[in-house]
């Protein structure tokens, strides 16, 4: 009995032996391993075998980084204003040692030193530039946390404000600040607005203006040089048309003429053509007493001896002298060729097209046809001159 007792006992020393003998530590953690109360070394991811008795595990501590999140401290800025800032600090044990023995808590001393430091930075900047200098801030307490921290075997990464709450009263100031900011900046895009509209709407009244002048004066001009244009034709025209009634005239005329030698006239002949043309004479409004002559008759007479030749009965008759035999027309249609032209002036023509391109719209030739009704397109480029009827003798 007293046999089991005792190989009990050395069981449970050899246990505790062996538990004391053996430390396994993870990987991302290092242990720190003290020898009789002294440093002797730091292990890291392992298998490690202790001396019993001897030697013990002081600490383990984690190698990974690690974000720590602090709660809201108070901050006066230098305007004298309380704000309430949230940080987070990224930091990393870099050496194990220096993290257990130059320090007791390094979590609770990297706290305080960053409360400590952001009182500092912040404390010398005012509101406006605590809100817009994030960054700046965040600089200024990585760099004195790193610097300070480094002896503990700690490495800072990055420091960040979580947020900044200023005092209710402050935070009603500056919304109201800020929508009197956005109204100010509305009314000023508003006027910028309104102004540039008006500059624009100026410059196409007078870009308009302009164009209506120019399209008034374009056609002005136009109609100066078709009313002028018109009335050369016109003229052209009653040219052409009087020297077409002269022509009608002399050939009515040399018909008659021609009928009147034809037809040999007597001086009885003549008194009747006389005695019916007195009533035609009569018909004016000055002419009241008509009066015949008594020596009517003897004026006929000597007209008709100065003009004719008495026959066998002793009657004068007309007699036409050789020379009327052989007398023609006159021929001037080479004179008058050019009144008859009915091709449209080159000069017009250019200017009509210039208007048709100005308007983008066609314009009619005012010469299409010419003021004798004539198309230009049957006779462009042909003289109208009538061609002479074949003479011929009236019948008696």
């Not at 069981?11 to 003290?34: D, G, M």
């Not at 930091?91 to 960053?114: D, H, K, R, S």
């Not at 900044?164 to 929508?179: L, V």
């Not at 500059?199 to 209506?212: D, V």
């Amino acid at each position: 009995m007293v046999a089991l007792i005792v190989l009990a006992v050395i069981v449970v020393l050899v246990v505790i032996v062996v538990a004391k003998s053996v430390a396994l530590v993870p990987q991302a953690e290092a242990a720190v391993i003290e020898r009789l109360g002294r440093y002797q070394r730091t292990v890291s991811g392992q298998l490690t075998l202790l001396v019993p008795f001897v030697d013990k595990v002081r600490a383990k501590v984690d190698l990974r980084e690690r974000v720590v999140s602090f709660p809201p401290q108070p901050v006066i800025t230098q305007d004298n204003l309380t704000l309430n800032i949230d940080t987070v600090v990224y930091f990393q044990v870099t050496n194990p040692q220096a993290a257990v023995y130059e320090i007791n808590n390094y979590i609770v001393g990297v706290e305080q030193l960053t409360t400590t430091t952001l009182r500092n930075v912040v404390g010398g900047m005012t509101l406006e530039e605590t809100l817009t200098s994030r960054d700046s801030i965040n600089g200024q307490l990585r760099g004195v946390l790193d610097e300070a921290t480094g002896r503990w075997g700690l490495r800072v990464a990055r420091v960040e404000l979580k947020s900044i709450d200023p005092p209710p009263s402050i935070q009603e100031s500056m919304e109201k600040q800020m929508k009197a900011d956005r109204e100010k900046r509305a009314m000023i895009l508003t006027a910028e607005g309104t102004r540039e509209s008006a500059i624009k709407t100026a410059e196409g009244a007078k870009q308009s203006q302009i164009l209506a002048a120019e399209g008034a004066k374009q056609a002005a001009i136009l109609d100066a040089e078709g009313e002028r244009q018109s009335r050369i034709l016109r003229a052209q025209g009653e040219r052409a048309a009087k020297y077409l009634q002269a022509q009608g005239q002399a050939k009515a005329i040399e018909k008659v003429f021609a009928a009147i030698k034809a037809g040999k006239p007597t001086p009885e002949l003549l008194a009747y053509q006389y005695l019916q043309t007195l009533p035609q004479m009569a018909q004016g409004d000055a002419n009241k007493v008509w009066l015949v002559p008594s020596d009517f008759g003897d004026a006929l007479k000597g007209f008709a001896k100065t003009l004719g030749a008495p026959g066998d009965d002793g009657v004068f008759r007309y007699e036409p002298s050789s020379d009327d035999d052989t007398a023609g027309p006159v021929d001037d249609s080479e004179e008058v060729a050019d009144w008859f032209e009915s091709r449209t002036d080159p000069a017009v023509a250019r200017a009509v097209a210039a208007a048709e391109a100005d308007a983008k719209k066609p314009v009619a030739s005012p010469l299409a046809t010419d003021p004798l009704g004539i198309s230009a397109g049957q006779h462009a480029g042909q003289p109208l001159v009538p061609n002479p009827e074949p003479e011929g003798e009236l019948p008696g």
